[in-house]
T-cell receptor, first 114, second 114 residues
Framework: DAGITQSPRHKVTETGTPVTLRCHQTENHRYMYWYRQDPGHGLRLIHY???????DKGEVSDGYSVSRSKTEDFLLTLESATSSQTSVYFC?????????????FGPGTRLTVL | AQTVTQSQPEMSVQEAETVTLSCTYD???????LFWYKQPPSRQMILVIRQEAYKQQNATENRFSVNFQKAAKSFSLKISDSQLGDAAMYFCAYSTSGTYKYIFGTGTRLKVLA
């Protein structure tokens, strides 16, 4: 299994509070991603990073920011959480596996915003 | 823009039987990869199988195989000798070679009946 951890694994917070989710990898992969998973929508890309301090927006980036100060860590921040951000958040990394760019996932974080 | 469509929200299969999950995609690219991921109740996203578009031979991994029809832009997953542990959400995914960006379908929930 790819060495990807996420913290926390579960979080309950209140509307308007800031929340930071952490993704840590031990694979030294260049690319890292944050997705959210909601019923009927599959996985939707929030932000991704292609190197230290290099990030870009995905399809559902509004209300989220990211930072990557080290290769191994990718942080997702909800500046002011809203109930619509209640979801399961997945971190992923991308690297070559058998010559094919392949994405591997962390265990997920369930976030509930009350 | 590329899209991935899974038209079967839910499917059922009897234990030991064979089931096929459908996936279609749309792209104008010629060099790309296709993937199937499994998400059991534990929520972990697990890579099941992957296919390089330039390869005519269909990928196989033990009881899992794909039917890759490039001209039809179809990428179905066949599970043989279904087991109770195969019960999960299955996601089809696409990535254009070299972009490190992945697009997911909305998933198919597979139930395995004892």
């Amino acid at each position: 299994d790819a060495g990807i951890t996420q913290s926390p694994r579960h979080k309950v917070t209140e509307t308007g509070t800031p929340v930071t989710l952490r993704c840590h990898q031990t694979e030294n992969h260049r690319y890292m991603y944050w997705y959210r998973q909601d019923p009927g929508h599959g996985l939707r890309l929030i932000h991704y990073s292609y190197g230290v301090k290099d990030t870009d927006k995905g399809e559902v980036s509004d209300g989220y920011s990211v930072s990557r100060s080290k290769t191994e860590d990718f942080l997702l921040t909800l500046e002011s959480a809203t109930s619509s951000q209640t979801s399961v958040y997945f971190c992923a990394i991308s690297g070559l596996a058998g010559g094919v760019d392949t994405q591997y996932f962390g265990p997920g974080t369930r976030l509930t915003v009350l | 823009a590329q899209t991935v469509t899974q038209s079967q929200p839910e499917m059922s299969v009897q234990e030991a039987e064979t089931v096929t999950l459908s996936c279609t995609y749309d792209t104008s690219e010629s060099d790309y990869y296709l993937f199937w991921y499994k998400q059991p109740p534990s929520r972990q996203m697990i890579l099941v199988i992957r296919q390089e578009a330039y390869k005519q031979q269909n990928a196989t991994e033990n009881r899992f195989s794909v039917n890759f029809q490039k001209a039809a832009k179809s990428f179905s997953l066949k599970i043989s000798d279904s087991q109770l542990g195969d019960a999960a959400m299955y996601f089809c995914a696409y990535s254009t070679s070299g972009t490190y960006k992945y697009i997911f379908g909305t998933g198919t929930r597979l139930k395995v009946l004892a």
